[in-house]
């Protein structure tokens, strides 16, 4: 399949055991902070089962492969997904704080250099 922009990549994640989508990953360009975005979900029912980090494994040798240099992602600082990102060489670069539903939440931005 040939891409038609080059700064978005979206995959879904599916188990061909189960032959069952159990989520997504992908990459876009956020020109406003000059840097590329990564994002994966899971759903809740697929958690726990090794899915995310696989996931996001092949994201960063697909980025690589497409020649970008670098990947961020940012959430809450309290998300348990923190550990798979460590795991594959992110680190936090800022902790930030946010507006999410009318509360103001703690949060983290992390990258990882490709």
Same mark, same amino acid.
């Not at 994640?13 to 159990?22: G, H, P, S, T």
């Not at 696989?54 to 980025?63: R, S, V």
């Not at 990102?85 to 680190?91: M, Q, S």
């Given at each position: 399949m040939k891409? %038609?922009?080059k700064d978005r990549f979206f995959a879904y994640?599916?188990?061909?055991? @189960?032959?069952?989508?159990?989520g997504y990953v992908n990459y876009h360009y956020n020109k406003n902070d000059n840097r590329y975005e990564c994002g994966i979900v899971i759903e809740s029912i697929h958690r726990g089962k090794g899915y995310a980090k696989?996931?996001? %494994?092949?994201?960063?040798?697909?980025?690589k492969s497409d020649g970008i240099t670098? @990947?961020?992602?940012?959430?809450?600082?309290?998300r348990p997904n923190i550990k798979i990102?460590?795991?594959?060489?992110?680190?936090i670069i800022e902790e930030t704080k946010w507006n999410k539903f009318g509360k103001e939440v703690d949060g983290i931005i992390v990258m990882k250099e490709l």
């Open positions: 891409r %038609k922009d994640i599916k188990d061909i055991d @189960l032959n069952e989508y159990v696989e996931g996001l %494994k092949l994201l960063i040798d697909k980025a670098a @990947l961020y992602d940012n959430f809450e600082k309290d990102f460590e795991d594959l060489g992110f680190k």
